[in-house]
């Protein structure tokens, strides 16, 4: 059996902003004194002329990167997901996104999985922030292959992107020769018909495994994966809520305002059925190991396979 390749998704990103320097001249870089844990350090060694350090000034980093795009540059904006969304939400709401300028927001270390970092920097609530943002596209990737499309795409996109990177190595499960990432278009990764399980970012592989599980105790278990929160794939949901009739979300986020929400809020227009969420309870996070905290708050398969059975039972 084959060893299963492993890679953080903020490093997918810091590769790939120094891939397409030299195709994109007006591409820059900013990040807030976190540049080796973004991994913008790659872009900064390669290209210092056009990497910019704010220093520990978030909100200033934004406002900067505005400009920038007025100026006809595509600014790439980054730090921490606690920072981005959070510290600076009200420039990027104002100075961003009240103009739509074409600035990409890379933030990494979101969710959880940060582990160690304790709850101060565990951000579970950036989705949801960005999501009441209007025009603001949000990224989230499941791995390597589509967290490196993801940033191309964004690049190609005219209009402010938010992208979701982990600090967590996770299962590399898309094969680079054929998969093909589209803006806004959800990935059916395994088909079935008793139940459909809609994950996002690093729990897209738990639900596939959770799959698998449930595939022994005869539940067919189609698992979706949705790396575009906003905007979401609303003809698939509710093609999948039809056929299915119960949804199962899975986050590394609050299931208040994240893509739970945002499924739930879907499948009440257009095919009302169960939708019972997983991701981080109406808490906060702890300092500790990555794994076993997402196991200790319920990110794992074997939750997954738990949830889906109490869901088939409300159907």
């Known amino acids: 059996m084959s060893e299963v390749i492993k890679k953080a998704t903020r490093e997918s990103y810091g590769e790939t902003l120094k891939e397409l320097a030299e195709e994109y001249k007006n591409l820059v870089v900013l990040d807030a004194d976190l540049a080796a844990a973004t991994k913008t350090a790659i872009f900064k060694k390669a290209y210092p002329e056009r990497f910019f350090d704010c220093g520990i000034a978030e909100a200033n980093m934004m406002g900067v990167a505005a400009g920038l795009a007025t100026c006809g540059k595509i600014p790439f904006a980054s730090t921490f997901a606690m920072f981005a969304a959070g510290r600076a939400y ?18 990494t270390h979101a969710g959880i999985s940060v582990g160690e970092d304790g709850a101060t920097h565990q951000c579970n609530e950036d989705i949801a922030l960005m999501r009441t943002i209007p ?6 990737p499941c791995d390597d292959v589509e967290a490196r499309q993801a940033v191309r795409s964004a690049i190609e996109f005219n209009g402010p992107v938010y992208m979701r990177f982990g ?3 996770v299962p590399v499960i898309n094969d680079p020769k054929t998969y093909k990432f589209e803006l806004g278009k959800g990935v059916v990764m395994r088909d079935g018909k008793d ?11 738990e639900a596939l495994e959770a799959s698998k599980v449930l595939e022994t105790q005869g539940i067919s278990a ?7 929160i906003k905007p979401l794939d609303k003809e698939l949901i509710c093609r999948c809520a039809k ?7 899975a986050e590394e986020h609050s299931i208040i305002g994240g893509l739970g929400s945002a499924v739930a809020e879907t499948v009440t227009e257009c095919c009302p059925v169960p939708v019972v969420k997983i ?15 997402l196991k200790k708050f319920g990110l794992s398969a074997e939750n997954i396979v738990a949830k889906t059975k109490y869901a088939l039972n409300l159907k």
């Open 135 to 140: 025009g603001m596209t949000i990224i989230n």
């Open 195 to 205: 139940v459909t399980i809609v994950a996002t970012g690093l729990m897209v592989n």
């Open 167 to 169: 600090r967590l190595a």
């Open 243 to 249: 056929d299915t009739g119960v949804i199962v979300t």
């Open 279 to 293: 991701g981080v309870n109406d808490v906060y996070g702890y300092s500790g190991p990555a794994l076993e905290l």
């Open 90 to 107: 009200e420039i990027i709401r104002n100075s961003i996104g009240y103009p739509h300028l074409n600035v990409k927001i890379g933030a």
């Open 222 to 228: 189609r698992v979706v994966n949705i790396h575009t």
